[in-house]
């Protein structure tokens, strides 16, 4: 009989643990067991049975008999104990000559850690108090070739982590939950939007015109059309052009890419939920993001509004202030930027205070340095960032009290812009002169700035109606709700650098 193989700490292209796992499946199969079978019953999984028999008592037995399947995580006394997990947790597989037949005990020889077998047998409690499946049958259902890590903790498996995810989720049950979370998020809010009448809709991925946001695009080329086209950084415009077609409620939970750095709260590709409501503003969409966002809070923690996030205690209980940004900056500076409205004054001001702004900055950019740098990290309850200069909002619609800001608001839970929200721009007049500041300033080298959009002035023309817009970052948020330090344990497959073999 082949030597069983132990569990390595790397995974190797080729060494002695996968040559004896090889020679495990090849034995099997001179005795007619097939490693990789199309079809299996499952009746039961490991969570239901340890919810169903919580109460019985050590020792006893039972005459239920269940199948379950899942991957052999241990395997003690040459087989007699097993550690089978699957999609919902770990159950123990007892394995005895009193209820095997000999052909499956010398099959058993030959399985490893690692290989997905499917069981059945009857259900009982160990004497010890160990949720137990006397096993009367057993079959290989997948044989696994590559030996699993025997450890998952410290710096030397960050690498294998972000790049083979899978293997990640076989070992992390940490990483399990998280993106079981994830999944209820993003199902919650599906849910409470469809609950309040808002139908989900689907926008293009590829745009002949990058807009929606300012950032940089990624370029791509359509060889049939001969056309250059760009990876969506939004899709704003798309739904309002809905909107504009009498659609009053729309939402798209979506995929957007911006060529730009990644870091801990930045991925280049990432989800973000953008909703659009007719005959709103943005003081209904702040309350739709208080809505959405306790209630994604309530669902994943037991209907509890507090959570937990590195040495902070965050209550999301509405509602959140809702404090201006030029304010929030005077609150913490001294200094009344709305006092202070030329461009060149704002930014000597800026210096004083001990931010660099860059050369030609407007007064919009030279507010938002001085936010960002004084103020945006003492942000970590909830709350609402109003009334953000007109210069660096160029789809929000002028503010109705004071025409050098507008209605537009940023949400920030933990230091971090979690939702960016306005009234939206309907005037195709003003759409169309905020497009030639972004065009003038793409050319003289902003490549972030917005490109012009004449359709989306054209859609304007035809009347879009009073308007609040949303984006809410579905990375971000889950990060927070999950305890993640890194947007990359929250995205299964997160952007990486090119892997160099040695």
Not at 25 to 51: D, S
Not at 262 to 275: A, D, G, L, Q, W
Not at 476 to 501: C, E, G, N, Y
Request: glycine share 6%; aromatic share 8%.
């Amino acid at each position: 009989m082949t030597k069983k193989p132990a569990a390595a700490e790397t995974l190797p292209d080729s060494n002695l643990l996968i040559d004896a796992k090889i020679e495990n499946m090849k034995q099997l199969q001179a005795r007619g067991v097939t490693p990789y079978p199309y079809h299996f019953e499952v009746t039961h999984h490991a969570a239901g049975l340890q919810e169903k028999y919580k109460d019985i008592a050590n020792g006893t037995e039972t005459s239920d008999r269940v199948t379950v399947a899942g991957r052999m995580m241990s395997n003690r006394n040459s087989g007699m104990f097993i550690d089978l997990k699957d999609v919902s947790g770990k159950i123990q597989i007892f394995s005895h000559k009193d209820h095997l037949s000999p052909e499956t005990l010398e099959h058993l020889g030959y399985f490893d850690i690692g290989d997905i077998i499917g069981v059945t047998g009857l259900v009982r409690r160990t004497p010890r108090g160990e949720l137990t499946i006397n096993a009367e049958k057993i079959t290989l259902l997948t044989k696994s070739i590559r030996p699993l890590p025997e450890k998952y903790h410290g710096l030397h498996d960050v690498e294998l982590k972000y790049r083979k995810r899978y293997v990640d989720l076989i070992m992390n049950d940490e990483s399990r939950a998280t993106f079981k979370k994830r999944s209820q998020i993003i199902s919650f809010i599906r849910q409470a939007l469809a609950d309040e009448n808002f139908m989900e809709v689907e926008t293009p991925m590829l745009h002949p015109i990058a807009g929606g946001a300012n950032a940089k695009p990624f370029l791509t080329h359509h060889n049939a059309l001969d056309m250059q086209l760009y990876l969506r950084i939004a899709p704003e415009l798309y739904l309002k052009r809905l909107v504009v077609g009498g659609f009053e409620r729309v939402f798209e939970i979506n995929r957007c890419f911006r060529n730009e750095g990644i870091s801990v709260k930045h991925n280049p590709e990432f989800t973000s939920v953008e909703i659009y409501q007719a005959y709103a503003d943005y003081n209904d969409m702040m309350s739709l993001t208080e809505r959405l966002i306790v209630g994604a809070v309530k669902a994943t923690h037991n209907g509890e509004t507090k959570v937990k996030y590195g040495d902070n205690e965050i209550d999301f209980k509405a509602p959140w202030p809702r404090k201006s940004m030029t304010g929030l900056v005077k609150d913490k500076t001294g200094v009344d930027f709305m006092e202070i409205t030329d461009a060149a004054k704002a930014a000597a001001a800026a210096e004083k205070l001990g931010v660099s702004v860059k050369p030609g900055s407007n007064w919009g950019e030279v507010v938002e340095s001085v936010f960002g740098e004084k103020v945006e990290e003492t942000l970590i309850q909830p709350i609402h960032v109003t009334d953000m200069p007109k210069d660096i909002s160029p789809l929000a619609k002028v503010h109705r009290d004071n025409d050098i800001l507008t209605e537009r608001f940023e949400t920030y839970v933990n230091a971090w812009e979690v939702a960016n929200a306005f009234s939206e721009l309907n005037s195709p007049f003003d759409q169309l002169d905020r497009f030639k500041k972004q065009v003038e300033a793409r050319e003289a080298g902003n490549e972030e700035a917005q490109m012009l959009d004449e359709d989306f002035v054209e859609a304007l023309e035809y009347g879009l109606p009073p308007t609040g817009g949303l984006g809410i970052g579905i990375d971000r948020l889950v990060m927070l709700l999950t305890d993640s330090a890194s947007i990359r344990d929250v995205i299964a497959f997160p952007t990486l650098r090119l892997h160099q073999k040695a």
